[in-house]
């Protein structure tokens, strides 16, 4: 490793964050050029179907390839996918050395890409700023590695980690800086899941309002790049109509029922996914199970204290985003999330902070569980 390689790699990292909104279901990835400490190509995959990150940069370096070291966020692909072979292109280009940040854990690479590199005389490299690689793509890496969507809880608390008050008001705890942050990782999500409760209740959207993002994600994320996460509503006993906002809005909508309803006429952006469900509800697991199926890699939770306590339960989530309101609402309130009383301290729910941020007169915690 040459002491130059991180900062080259830390470009290659801004650049592939670039595509955070819009590669879903593929990957982030970023790719620099470098001959004789010059950058001379550089790219990032913006979009499933489109070019990867290594095509891009290759196509800006031309020539100037032969002989120069490529820094790619991911290792270069060895497959025929949607596009050609990244690590043949390489090649192909006349690329001599090839640093990539991690491993690719798609079966379809898994190793592949950097042995073909190898085989063709070309020197290799991984394993370099390999945290950044797993934060950049957590959704991504998830489903590859274990075939299930990487799941966000976010949660929206007043100061005594309340929700709601006892009848059942609860729209606006959090500020509106608080609602605008939400926006931003709603738009990274490639799903939203929320309720039928949820959306009898309050008729939500769950889209991306473009024009709620904050200015800096704007200048960086076109008004026609808009990509909406697909809209995924549990709904055992089928009440959520075609006059809901969740069907009629742009972009993909799911209704998740043990039996479809074929009594309505949906859009065609509305498909149902039959499901099975017993007393408790819909089951998540192999509702999860079928969401990585379809290529769902992370799935962003708006919903209320049952489903938040029934992820809970099942283990399935694997990071919670709480939005503390600086208010009190006191202990006829309703709590945060449902789950079984506990007999003992040492049986509840264990998580660890791994980020505080104040956002707006709100803070913003985010944890992982410990298990
Ligand atoms: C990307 N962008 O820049 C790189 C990827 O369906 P395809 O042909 O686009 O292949 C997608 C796979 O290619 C993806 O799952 C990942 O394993 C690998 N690398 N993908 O979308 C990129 N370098
Ligand atoms: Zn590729």
């Given at each position: 490793m040459l002491e130059q390689d991180h900062i080259y790699m830390a470009r290659a990292f801004e650049l592939a964050k670039k595509g955070r909104?819009?590669?879903?279901?593929n990957p982030n990835v970023g790719c620099v050029i470098v001959r004789d400490g010059e950058i001379v190509g550089e790219g990032y995959h913006q979009k499933a179907g489109e070019p990867h990150a290594?095509?891009?940069?290759?196509?800006?370096?031309?020539?100037?390839?032969?002989?120069?070291?490529?820094?790619?966020?991911l290792e270069p692909c060895s497959h025929h996918g949607r596009t050609p072979p990244c690590a043949e292109a390489l090649i192909n280009?006349?690329?001599?050395?090839?640093?990539?940040?991690?491993?690719?854990p798609n079966p379809q690479v898994a190793g592949r890409g950097l042995f073909?590199?190898?085989?063709?005389?070309?020197?290799?490299?991984?394993n370099i700023l390999l945290e950044e690689a797993e934060a950049l793509n957590r959704g991504f890496l998830?489903?590859?590695?274990?075939?299930?969507?990487?799941i966000q809880l976010k949660l929206a608390a007043s100061l005594?980690?309340?929700?709601?008050?006892?009848?059942?008001?609860?729209?606006?705890?959090?500020?509106?800086?608080?609602?605008?942050?939400?926006?931003?990782?709603?738009?990274?999500?490639?799903?939203?899941?929320?309720?039928?409760?949820?959306?009898?209740a309050d008729d939500p959207a769950l889209t991306v309002?473009?024009?709620?993002?904050?200015?800096?994600?704007?200048?960086?994320?076109?008004?026609?790049?808009?990509?909406?996460?697909?809209?995924?509503?549990?709904?055992?006993?089928?009440?959520?109509?075609?006059?809901?906002?969740?069907?009629?809005?742009?972009?993909e909508c799911w209704l998740i029922r043990p039996t479809p309803d074929t009594t309505e006429t949906w859009q065609g952006n509305v498909e149902q996914l039959a499901i099975p469900a017993d007393d408790n509800g819909i089951d998540l697991v192999i509702l999860m199970m079928q969401l990585a199926k379809r290529n769902v890699n992370s799935i962003w939770v708006e919903a209320g204290a049952k489903l938040a306590g029934s992820l809970l339960k099942l283990g399935l989530v694997d990071e919670l985003i709480v939005y503390i309101a600086p208010k009190l609402l006191g202990d006829t309130a309703r709590g945060l999330v449902s789950l079984p009383e506990l007999s003992a301290l040492s049986d509840a729910p264990q998580f660890e902070f791994t980020d505080v941020e104040k956002?707006?007169?709100?803070?913003?915690?985010?944890?992982?569980p410990v298990w």
């Open positions: 909104f819009t590669t879903s279901p290594e095509v891009h940069a290759l196509r800006m370096a031309g020539d100037k390839a032969k002989g120069a070291t490529a820094y790619v966020t280009a006349g690329i001599t050395r090839v640093v990539a940040a991690m491993q690719d073909m590199l190898s085989q063709a005389g070309i020197e290799t490299a991984s998830k489903r590859m590695r274990t075939a299930f969507p990487y005594d980690g309340k929700t709601a008050l006892a009848n059942g008001e609860s729209k606006w705890i959090t500020s509106p800086a608080a609602r605008k942050d939400v926006q931003v990782l709603r738009a990274q999500a490639s799903a939203i899941l929320s309720t039928s409760n949820t959306v009898l309002r473009w024009n709620e993002l904050p200015a800096d994600v704007q200048a960086q994320y076109p008004e026609e790049k808009l990509r909406q996460p697909i809209r995924i509503v549990l709904d055992r006993h089928n009440r959520v109509k075609p006059e809901h906002k969740v069907t009629q809005l742009e972009g956002v707006g007169n709100d803070l913003r915690v985010r944890l992982r």
